[in-house]
DNA sequence: CTTTTGACGCGTA
DNA sequence: CTACGCGCCAAAA
């Protein structure tokens, strides 16, 4: 458990925090959004991530359009249960559509190589 | 200080 | 479609 969520995780929890309901972001996504090392880390920090924090951790998935396996197995099935309440189904192939649910933050007034600003994630629900 | 540990992405064959 | 390799790094022990 950790006490302090401080560092790059705390990107992490509020560039996720900003998915809205219903749509899907991706591991790579979130990280270039927020000029993280990678779409590892991403993954590292939802794995820790705090329950106490009201994260929508069930909306990332990996790029291939699946729900990436917990190591304690528990939510590849709460994930899922989670986005059919809000409306995200899997095809045949047991994939979600990126191109029908990813998550678009503004493209154009958004520049992945330049500080996200406080204009951002004003503009965004359900950040505080 | 060092070592271990991971919810990934992408190119290539 | 599968398999493999490499890149990438914070946090906890």
């Not at 309440?85 to 649910?101: C, D, F, H, M, P």
């Amino acid at each position: 458990m950790p006490d302090a969520i401080d560092g790059v995780y705390t990107r992490i929890y509020r560039c996720i925090k900003c998915i809205p309901e219903g749509k899907v972001a991706t591991y790579g996504q979130i990280a270039k959004l927020i000029d993280a090392s990678g779409a590892r880390q991403v993954g590292y920090a939802l794995s820790a991530t705090p329950a106490e924090l009201d994260i929508p951790w069930h909306r990332v998935i990996n790029a291939k359009g699946e729900i990436s396996q917990r190591s304690d197995g528990l939510a590849d099935s709460e994930q899922y249960a989670r986005l059919l309440a809000e409306g995200v189904v899997a095809n045949k192939t047991g994939r979600i559509s990126l191109l029908q649910y990813r998550w678009q933050p503004s493209p154009e007034d958004f520049l992945v190589d330049e500080e996200i600003d406080d204009e951002f994630w004003r503009d965004q629900p359900g950040v505080g």
